[in-house]
């Protein structure tokens, strides 16, 4: 079983910044080599892709509504992988979930993901 533990969220004003972490726990094999990903949901609407990291050096891929304002990275020393919100939007409010996958791809598809966190809020307003 693998752990997965959201923080990081809370309120921030259009323009503003967030940095949102998943630390990863309890795993039985190599998460560090595990591609994770950040999804996100607004009430209302399904389940959005946000960015996807692979395992080891990790290649990265990023929903296309990103436009360069988010960064994804991981720290295999601590097990952890972040999401460096920037330029935020209203429409950027929503609940934040880190998943990982049981292979070293960088998923896009939350159905690829086998092991989810409990989410973290994230609302943009001013």
């Known amino acids: 079983q693998v752990q997965l533990v959201e923080s990081g969220g809370g309120l921030a004003q259009p323009g503003g910044s967030l940095r949102l972490s998943c630390a990863a726990s309890?795993?039985?094999?190599?998460?560090?080599?595990?591609?994770m990903g950040w999804f996100r949901q607004a009430p209302g609407k399904e389940r959005q892709f946000v960015a996807a990291?692979?395992?080891?050096?990790?290649?990265?891929y990023y929903g296309d509504f990103v436009k360069g304002r988010f960064t994804i990275s991981r720290d295999n020393a601590e097990e952890s992988v972040y999401l460096q919100m920037n330029s935020l939007k209203r429409e950027d409010t929503a609940v934040y979930y880190c998943?990982?996958?049981?292979?070293?791809?960088?998923?896009?598809?939350?159905?690829?993901?086998?092991?989810w966190g409990q989410g973290t809020q994230v609302t943009v307003s001013s």
């Open positions: 990291i692979g395992g080891g050096a990790g290649s990265i």
């Open positions: 309890g795993r039985t094999f190599d998460i560090n080599h595990m591609g």
């Open positions: 998943a990982a996958a049981t292979t070293g791809y960088y998923y896009i598809t939350d159905h690829d993901y086998r092991y």
